[in-house]
């Protein structure tokens, strides 16, 4: 056994060296960023672009007097509610003086009004359509209002007495958590599983394979290789962390406010790497066997686009189940290997029992394992053999990725 574990250190180190000491890892590592900086900048593209397209105006047809006032009470009040609040107002006229109807304002595209106020602050008519007289109505009447008081009504300021959270909300703002730790799992497995698979390939493609089967058991070989991605994955994630931390201080300091999980912020992010680990290793070694079935490229994208599916079900299922917490469907989500890292984050996030964390991470550490030894058997069964990996003629027929005999 400490045969198989040392050859398995001498194969992660060669393949990590290999990895991190190449041009490629460095391509490796921008690859992520690029995508995040373009969506950022196109997102707040957009938003402003939505903004400013969407911002309603009110054209104000008073009389003078009234129209002042008007915009009098709105820059009063937005010291209370705040600038955004209230839509924009300009002055169009004296609806004493002119006899313009309210409906020419709204035609004219350049001013893109949304309604028009005319009558008086007593009795203010509203022009324009359902909806936009609908959102505009409760605050032009409030704003008619406070200026026909003259100001006098005065609002109170509350006095805010905070709390980090109460039961009302509790489960619902945990759960928002819980989403984000399944879907930061996911998005790193999905991103980095698949690297062991063409890295299998390649080395196949060139028979050095071939080569470390003679010299080192193949139990060493999938071993080493799952590790060494794996520690280049925790690699990629800890510089992507630093950038991602460096960009959020500089873009805005203030930290988002995300609900505190219920085991506590620092046994959360711990059984977050944690579980990334355990999906990496299930998953790797899933791919480690899609790959000792699979002698060409085509081969292997065949193979691993069901599995990627499979993999998002998954995901999928464990974030329905987040909401039935203590159900058959959320325990079932919790025991089934392929899911349970993505339930148990969720799990962390809304129940502060521990135990059942130990109990998940070593079934899914055995199952990983189980995973390996069928992709070490299936890789001896297929490709350490003479002839054509696993499609040796054998009666007039040949075997389908070497598991089923069918007819030429």
Same mark, same amino acid.
């Given at each position: 056994?400490?045969?198989?574990?040392? !050859?398995?250190?001498?194969?992660?180190?060669?393949?990590?060296?290999?990895?991190? =000491?190449?041009?490629?890892?460095?391509?490796?590592?921008?690859?992520?960023?690029?995508?995040?900086?373009?969506?950022?900048?196109?997102?707040?593209?957009?938003?402003?672009?939505?903004?400013?397209?969407?911002?309603?105006?009110?054209? &104000?047809? @008073?009389?003078?007097?009234?129209?002042?006032? /008007? @915009?009098?009470?709105?820059?009063?009040?937005?010291?209370?509610?705040?600038?955004?609040?209230?839509?924009?107002?300009?002055?169009?006229?004296?609806?004493?003086?002119?006899?313009?109807?309210?409906?020419?304002?709204?035609?004219?595209?350049?001013?893109?009004?949304?309604?028009?106020? $005319?009558?008086?602050?007593?009795?203010?008519?509203?022009?324009?359509?359902?909806?936009?007289?609908?959102?505009?109505?409760?605050?032009?009447? /409030?704003?008619?209002?406070?200026?026909?008081?003259?100001?006098?009504?005065?609002?109170?300021?509350? $006095?805010?007495?905070?709390?980090?959270?109460? !039961?009302?909300?509790?489960?619902?703002?945990?759960?928002?958590?819980?989403?984000?730790?399944?879907?930061?799992?996911?998005?790193?497995?999905?991103?980095?599983?698949?690297? &062991?698979?063409?890295?299998?390939?390649?080395?196949?493609?060139?028979?050095?394979?071939?080569?470390?089967?003679?010299?080192?058991?193949?139990?060493? &070989?999938?071993?080493?290789?799952?590790?060494?991605?794996?520690?280049?994955?925790?690699?990629?994630?800890?510089?992507?962390?630093?950038?991602?931390?460096?960009?959020?201080?500089?873009?805005?300091?203030?930290?988002?406010?995300?609900?505190?999980?219920?085991?506590?912020?620092?046994?959360?992010?711990?059984?977050?790497?944690?579980?990334?680990?355990?999906? =990496?290793?299930?998953?790797?070694?899933?791919?480690?066997?899609?790959?000792?079935?699979?002698?060409?490229?085509?081969?292997?994208?065949?193979?691993?686009?069901?599995?990627?599916?499979?993999?998002?079900?998954?995901?999928?299922?464990? !974030?329905?189940?987040?909401?039935?917490?203590?159900?058959?469907?959320?325990?079932? !989500?919790?025991?089934?290997?392929?899911?349970?890292?993505?339930?148990?984050?969720?799990?962390?996030? @809304?129940?502060? $029992?521990?135990?059942?964390?130990?109990?998940?991470?070593?079934?899914?550490?055995?199952?990983?394992?189980?995973?390996?030894?069928?992709?070490?058997?299936?890789?001896?069964?297929?490709?350490?053999?003479?002839?054509?990996?696993?499609?040796?003629?054998?009666?007039?027929?040949?075997?389908?990725?070497?598991?089923?005999?069918?007819?030429?």
């Amino acid at each position: 056994m400490s045969e198989t574990f040392r !050859a398995a250190f001498v194969i992660a180190r060669r393949d990590f060296i290999a990895i991190v =000491y190449s041009k490629a890892f460095i391509f490796f590592l921008l690859g992520p960023l690029l995508p995040v900086l373009v969506g950022f900048a196109a997102g707040n593209l957009g938003e402003q672009m939505a903004r400013d397209v969407s911002r309603p105006s009110v054209a &104000v047809a @008073l009389t003078t007097a009234d129209a002042d006032k /008007l @915009l009098a009470a709105r820059a009063a009040l937005s010291k209370t509610f705040g600038d955004g609040y209230f839509a924009d107002m300009k002055i169009v006229g004296d609806g004493a003086a002119e006899q313009i109807r309210p409906q020419e304002y709204l035609r004219k595209k350049a001013d893109n009004f949304s309604v028009v106020v $005319t009558g008086t602050l007593a009795k203010p008519i509203i022009t324009g359509t359902a909806s936009s007289i609908e959102r505009q109505r409760a605050d032009i009447e /409030l704003l008619a209002g406070y200026a026909s008081s003259g100001g006098s009504v005065q609002l109170p300021t509350a $006095t805010p007495d905070i709390v980090a959270e109460s !039961a009302n909300n509790d489960k619902q703002l945990r759960t928002i958590t819980g989403q984000i730790g399944q879907a930061l799992i996911f998005f790193l497995t999905t991103l980095l599983a698949g690297m &062991v698979l063409s890295n299998l390939v390649e080395e196949k493609s060139n028979k050095i394979i071939e080569i470390l089967a003679a010299s080192i058991p193949m139990e060493s &070989v999938f071993l080493g290789k799952l590790v060494a991605m794996l520690a280049m994955a925790l690699v990629g994630i800890t510089m992507w962390s630093i950038i991602g931390l460096i960009g959020f201080v500089a873009i805005d300091p203030n930290v988002p406010s995300i609900p505190t999980p219920a085991v506590g912020w620092p046994t959360f992010v711990a059984l977050c790497f944690t579980y990334f680990i355990m999906a =990496y290793m299930m998953f790797g070694a899933l791919f480690l066997g899609i790959g000792a079935m699979a002698s060409t490229v085509r081969e292997v994208q065949t193979i691993s686009t069901p599995v990627t599916m499979a993999q998002m079900v998954n995901f999928f299922f464990a !974030a329905y189940a987040l909401t039935k917490t203590g159900e058959p469907i959320e325990i079932f !989500a919790a025991v089934f290997p392929f899911s349970s890292p993505f339930a148990m984050i969720g799990r962390a996030a @809304l129940e502060p $029992t521990l135990w059942h964390h130990g109990v998940a991470i070593i079934g899914q550490l055995l199952f990983a394992v189980l995973l390996l030894r069928l992709g070490v058997y299936l890789f001896k069964k297929n490709v350490m053999k003479s002839g054509n990996a696993g499609r040796a003629e054998d009666g007039g027929k040949r075997k389908l990725w070497g598991l089923m005999k069918i007819s030429r």
